[in-house]
C-alpha cells in the first residue's frame, strides 16, 4: 500500500483525517512490526491506533482489542473510532466491569471492535470466555504500566501464545525514566520496534501548538525556615544513629528512598529469624525519619495548613499508642517545639508564600482571557480545598476540585465525569486536581496548567502538561520554593526526561541496526 493510500483506506470515513507524514511513517512500521509509540500528548496516539486498526481488519479479518486503564478512557476511544471508522456502531462494544460475565461472553461473539479494561480481559481469558486466536490487533493505552502485576503483561503473553497472526501496539506519552522501566515495558509486550517523536523532531514541528513553560520561585519566610531548622535537626539526629550502627550509608545524603532500602533491608533480616536488637532498633529509627523528613516535605512544599493537620494526627498516634515511631517523634523537644511554631504560623493566618503566588497568577489568566479554563495540580488531596479556598475569592474565577474515589469524601467514576463535562460546558473554570487528572481520564483541553509543587517522575510531569497545547497554544506554570526539595524534583523530572528521550532514540537506533545486519546476513 502507497503511503498516501493509509489515509484514503475504505474503513476510514472521507476527509476526516488530516494526512501527516510523521503518522505515516509511523503506520508503517505498526503494520509490520509489533510496536512502540511514544508521542506527546494530543499528537495523534489514538490516530496510530486507529489507522493501524482499519489496516488489520481489512488486510487480515478479525478482531480489534483496545485496552486502557479506566472506564472513562474506554469509552472515549471507542467514540473516536466510531468518529473515523466505517464500522456499525453495534459492531463496537464496550466492556468494562459494569457488563455482567456472562454478557461479555456473549458480546464477544457479536462486534468487531471491543474497548475494555484490562482487569476485565484478564478475568476473561482465565474464565475462557474471550478467545484471543479471533483477534488480529491488540492494543494496549498508556502502556508505561505493562509493569509488576498489571494485567497487561499477562494478557499480552496470552495473546501472543494464542494469537494466529498476532499483532501488538503499545501508546503513551512516557513510558519510563530509565532503560531499564523502558525495556520491561518492551519486554513485557513483546515489542520488536520502537517509534518516538518529540517536539522537536522536524516531522512534527508543523503540528506543535506553543505551550509557554515557565517556572515561578518563592521565597520561604523567616518563620517557616525557623520551624525547618526543628525539623531538620530531628532529621539529622536519627540519621547520625543510623550511620552509627552501619545501617545508612555514611557517605550520601539519606532521604525517603534510601530510608526504604534501609527498612526494606532489615524487614528482610528479621524474616529471615535474626532477633539482633539492633536490626528492630534501625527500624523504629528509621520510621521516625521517615515521619520527619515527610513533616519536613510538608513545611517546603505545601504549607502550615498541612504540616499542622500531619502533625495533629501524629500526635493522635503516639497518644492512641499505634505507633512507637509516631510516640517518639512526639516525645522530641524539637518537634515539640516546631509544632507549637506551626500552630502559631495558623493563629497568624501565615500560609506557604505559593498560594500568593497561585492566587496571582490565575487572577492575571482570568483578567487577561475570561474565557480561560485553568488546571491547578497538587500532590496532595489536604491542599486541594486550601487551594480551592484560595482561587474561589478570585472574580470570574469558578473551582472545583477534582480527587480520586478513594476515602468517605473521594468522587466516584460518574461524578468524576461530571465534573469534566461542566468543565467542558464552562460551568467550572478551574480544577483542582490531584493526580487522578494525570492520565485514565477524558480531560478537556486547558489554557493553562498550574504545577503546585514540581513531581520527580517524568511520566507524570509529561501527563500534566498534555492537558494544554494540543489545539490551540497552552501554559504551563511550575511553583518552587527556593532552595527546597522542589528545585530538586524539579531538575529531577527534567532530567528524567530527557533521558527517557534520548534512551528511546538510543533503542530505535539500535534495533535498526540490528535489523540491518540481519539483512545483510
Given at each position: 500500500m502507497?503511503?498516501?493510500?493509509?489515509?484514503?483506506?475504505?474503513?476510514?470515513?472521507?476527509?476526516?483525517?488530516?494526512?501527516?507524514?510523521?503518522?505515516?511513517?509511523?503506520?508503517?512500521?505498526?503494520?509490520?512490526?509489533?510496536?512502540?509509540?511514544?508521542?506527546?500528548?494530543?499528537?495523534?496516539?489514538?490516530?496510530?491506533?486507529?489507522?493501524?486498526?482499519?489496516?488489520?481488519?481489512?488486510k487480515k479479518g478479525g478482531k480489534i482489542l483496545f485496552l486502557a486503564p479506566t472506564r472513562p478512557l474506554v469509552e472515549q476511544h471507542k467514540r473516536f473510532f466510531n468518529d473515523f471508522l466505517e464500522i456499525a456502531e453495534g459492531d463496537m462494544k464496550v466492556l468494562t466491569g459494569k457488563v455482567r460475565p456472562e454478557k461479555r461472553e456473549k458480546e464477544y461473539n457479536k462486534g468487531m471492535c471491543f474497548f475494555a479494561t484490562p482487569q476485565v480481559v484478564q478475568n476473561d481469558i482465565i474464565a475462557g470466555r474471550i478467545h484471543l486466536e479471533e483477534f488480529s490487533l491488540v492494543i494496549f493505552d498508556e502502556c508505561h504500566r505493562a509493569t509488576g502485576d498489571y494485567p497487561y503483561s499477562f494478557i499480552a503473553e496470552m495473546y501472543m501464545k494464542k494469537g494466529k497472526e498476532p499483532r501488538i501496539l503499545g501508546i503513551t506519552a512516557s513510558p519510563g525514566g530509565s532503560r531499564g522501566d523502558i525495556q520491561k515495558v518492551i519486554e513485557n509486550l513483546f515489542i520488536d520496534e520502537v517509534e518516538i517523536r518529540t517536539e522537536d523532531d522536524e516531522d512534527v514541528k508543523p503540528y506543535i501548538e506553543s505551550v509557554n513553560k515557565e517556572w515561578r520561585k518563592v521565597e520561604l519566610p523567616e518563620e517557616f525556615k525557623k520551624v525547618k531548622k526543628l525539623l531538620e535537626k530531628a532529621y539529622s539526629k536519627r540519621i547520625k544513629k543510623l550511620r552509627k550502627w552501619d545501617i545508612a550509608p555514611k557517605s550520601n545524603n539519606v532521604y525517603r528512598k534510601e530510608l526504604l532500602k534501609i527498612q526494606g533491608r532489615l524487614r528482610k533480616e528479621i524474616s529471615k529469624g535474626e532477633n539482633d536488637k539492633l536490626l528492630y532498633a534501625g527500624l523504629s529509627k528509621s520510621a521516625e525519619a521517615m515521619k520527619i523528613g515527610h513533616a519536613l516535605m510538608l513545611l517546603e512544599t505545601q504549607g502550615s495548613s498541612s504540616l499542622y493537620r500531619y502533625f495533629k494526627r501524629l500526635r493522635e498516634e503516639a497518644r492512641e499508642g499505634k505507633t512507637k515511631a509516631a510516640k517518639n517523634v512526639m516525645k522530641d523537644g524539637n518537634i515539640a517545639t516546631a509544632f507549637r511554631k506551626t500552630s502559631s504560623l495558623l493563629e497568624k493566618d501565615m500560609e506557604h508564600p505559593k498560594l500568593d503566588e497561585l492566587e496571582k497568577i490565575v487572577r492575571d489568566e482570568i483578567e487577561n482571557k475570561p474565557d480561560s479554563k485553568i488546571i491547578v495540580f497538587s500532590h496532595y488531596r489536604d491542599q486541594v480545598d486550601k487551594i480551592r479556598e484560595t482561587v474561589d475569592e478570585i472574580p470570574g474565577c469558578d473551582p472545583v476540585a477534582f480527587i480520586?474515589?478513594?476515602?468517605?469524601?473521594?468522587?466516584?467514576?460518574?461524578?468524576?465525569?461530571?465534573?469534566?463535562?461542566?468543565?467542558?460546558?464552562?460551568?467550572?473554570?478551574?480544577?483542582?486536581?490531584?493526580?487522578?487528572?494525570?492520565?485514565?481520564?477524558?480531560?478537556?483541553?486547558?489554557?493553562?496548567?498550574?504545577?503546585?509543587?514540581?513531581?520527580?517522575?517524568?511520566?507524570?510531569?509529561?501527563?500534566?502538561?498534555?492537558?494544554?497545547?494540543?489545539?490551540?497554544?497552552?501554559?504551563?506554570?511550575?511553583?518552587?520554593?527556593?532552595?527546597?526539595?522542589?528545585?530538586?524534583?524539579?531538575?529531577?523530572?527534567?532530567?528524567?526526561?530527557?533521558?527517557?528521550k534520548e534512551t528511546l532514540k538510543d533503542m530505535k537506533s539500535e534495533r535498526g541496526k540490528e535489523q540491518r545486519d540481519l539483512e545483510e546476513f
Open positions: 502507497d503511503n498516501n493510500e493509509y489515509f484514503e483506506h475504505s474503513l476510514l470515513k472521507k476527509d476526516v483525517l488530516e494526512k501527516r507524514l510523521y503518522q505515516e511513517t509511523i503506520l508503517h512500521t505498526t503494520i509490520n512490526n509489533n510496536s512502540l509509540v511514544v508521542v506527546p500528548t494530543g499528537m495523534g496516539k489514538t490516530i496510530s491506533a486507529v489507522l493501524l486498526a482499519a489496516n488489520r481488519l481489512d480520586g474515589q478513594a476515602g468517605e469524601e473521594g468522587l466516584s467514576q460518574n461524578e468524576q465525569v461530571e465534573i469534566l463535562q461542566g468543565l467542558e460546558k464552562g460551568k467550572h473554570n478551574t480544577l483542582i486536581a490531584t493526580s487522578v487528572g494525570e492520565e485514565g481520564l477524558d480531560i478537556p483541553e486547558v489554557d493553562l496548567v498550574v504545577f503546585y509543587e514540581p513531581v520527580p517522575s517524568e511520566i507524570r510531569s509529561i501527563q500534566r502538561r498534555g492537558r494544554t497545547g494540543r489545539q490551540s497554544s497552552g501554559k504551563v506554570i511550575v511553583l518552587i520554593a527556593k532552595d527546597t526539595r522542589d528545585e530538586a524534583y524539579y531538575w529531577m523530572s527534567k532530567h528524567r526526561e530527557r533521558k527517557m
